[in-house]
């Protein structure tokens, strides 16, 4: 069954078509999705819970190109993107933040956001998207992507190079992981302006409330099908009701070096 997240089938910006995904000789050892089917419609900020291991993160890596399905297709704006690299699905408008940021040794930070915009912009800019995740830019435009940063310092830097991305279609895995309190309430501020200001589709993988709080649509997988998914306001009272069901929290459970 399509599960289409409240928007004309015109509105579109990805179909997913019968997806699965399997491990194991030819795909066919242990399914991690089973025929998943929706319509993710333009302009939409979309957050996808379930339980750990219900596939959420292989869905996400699936979208980004990261990995590959074993049957279905993709299709954005249209375009059968199946086959499509991680860096062609980039192209088209495509994003990804991992749940654990890449480090790039010899790479600075103000390369890294001027290499997300696509642009030579200007210091003053790529110095305003650190302010705007709560990063002191003084202290961080010059510093190398490596092993000096911490966790929650990449996490922060990796969503101001989405901020400076502007795409379409945004995929974040667990962006409050390793993120610390005052930090975490500043994501939350930075995911509604960049909803607000984009006006592109937003998929965010998470457990937390405050997240699941301001999102449209809600998308619950679970044992590698979509199990629920509608409004905020018809699915999240019933989430938070279940106990047991999922793993909700209010608040980060690790925080930043």
């Known amino acids: 069954m399509k599960h289409a997240l409240q928007g004309r089938m015109e509105e579109a910006v990805l179909e997913l078509k019968n997806i699965g995904y399997g491990v194991g000789e030819a795909g066919k050892g ?9 319509t993710i419609p333009d302009n939409k900020f979309i957050a996808i819970t379930g339980p750990n291991g219900g596939g ?13 399905p074993t049957g279905g297709r993709l299709v954005l704006d249209g375009e059968d993107i199946t086959e499509l690299t991680i860096t062609e699905r980039a192209k088209r408008g495509i994003s990804y933040a991992f749940q654990q940021p890449v480090r790039f040794k010899g790479i600075t930070v103000r390369d890294l956001i001027g290499l997300a ?13 650190l302010s705007e995740v709560g990063l002191c830019a003084k202290d961080y435009i010059g510093r190398e992507v490596d ?3 911490s966790g929650g310092e990449l996490k922060r830097i990796e ?9 379409k279609l945004t995929l974040f895995d667990e962006p409050e992981a390793g993120i610390d309190l005052w930090s975490f309430q500043n994501l939350i501020r930075v995911f509604e302006k960049l909803h607000e200001e984009i006006h592109g589709s937003i998929l965010i993988i998470s457990h937390q409330e405050r997240i699941l709080n301001i999102a449209d ?27 047991g069901g999922c793993r909700f929290t209010c608040e980060p ?5």
Not at 56 to 68: D, M, N, Q, R
Not at 253 to 257: I, L, P, V
């Open 30 to 38: 242990k399914e991690i999705l089973k025929d998943i089917s929706i």
């Open 56 to 68: 959420k993160s292989t869905l996400a890596k699936l979208i980004a190109g990261i990995e590959k």
């Open 117 to 129: 915009a696509g642009e030579n912009i200007s210091t003053a800019k790529a110095c305003s998207y």
């Open 147 to 149: 092993a000096s940063l």
């Open 159 to 167: 969503i101001a190079t989405v901020l400076a991305r502007k795409t």
């Open 217 to 243: 649509e809600i998308l619950v997988i679970a044992d590698g099908k979509i199990v629920k998914n509608g409004s905020r306001q018809e699915i999240l009272p019933e989430l938070l009701g279940t106990a």
């Open 253 to 257: 459970q690790h925080a930043a070096e």
